[in-house]
């Protein structure tokens, strides 16, 4: 599937100070990143680091924290990693799945996923 971009904004966590970014989506990407100086200048605090594996191979430990991040008419909090600077942005399978949203690929963009029953 291609990616395409939507716009996001994370917030801090107490949701007083918002920065909007265009935001890669793609459903390979687990979690929500953004430029570790954005997610400092908010506050967001790492709360652990772990090892990841790119798609080129390479392995590299990286931090996460928890803030919120909105998109779509939704806010949730979610996990984000602290990127590189000069990355862009990615709207991950976490964020995407606890709004309650799906990609439809062919439009390119986000859809409302229909009450879950229990």
């Known amino acids: 599937m291609g990616t395409f971009s939507v716009e996001i904004e994370i917030g801090d966590f107490e949701r007083n100070r918002w920065v909007p970014m265009?935001?890669?989506?793609?459903t390979g990407a687990t979690m929500t990143a953004a430029p570790a100086s954005?997610?400092?200048e908010l506050g967001v605090a790492p709360t652990m680091r772990k090892r990841f594996q790119f798609a080129q191979g390479e392995i590299r430990a990286m931090d996460?924290?928890?803030?919120?991040?909105?998109f779509g008419g939704e806010e949730i909090v979610t996990q984000v990693l602290f990127n590189d600077e000069g990355t862009p942005a990615l709207l991950g399978a976490l964020a995407l799945e606890g709004a309650y949203?799906?990609?439809d690929p062919v439009a390119q963009?986000?859809?409302p996923v229909p009450g879950l029953m229990i």
């Open 109 to 111: 963009r986000l859809i």
């Open 64 to 70: 996460i924290g928890h803030t919120w991040v909105r």
């Open 101 to 103: 949203m799906r990609v």
């Open 38 to 40: 954005v997610l400092h």
């Open 22 to 26: 265009d935001a890669l989506v793609d």
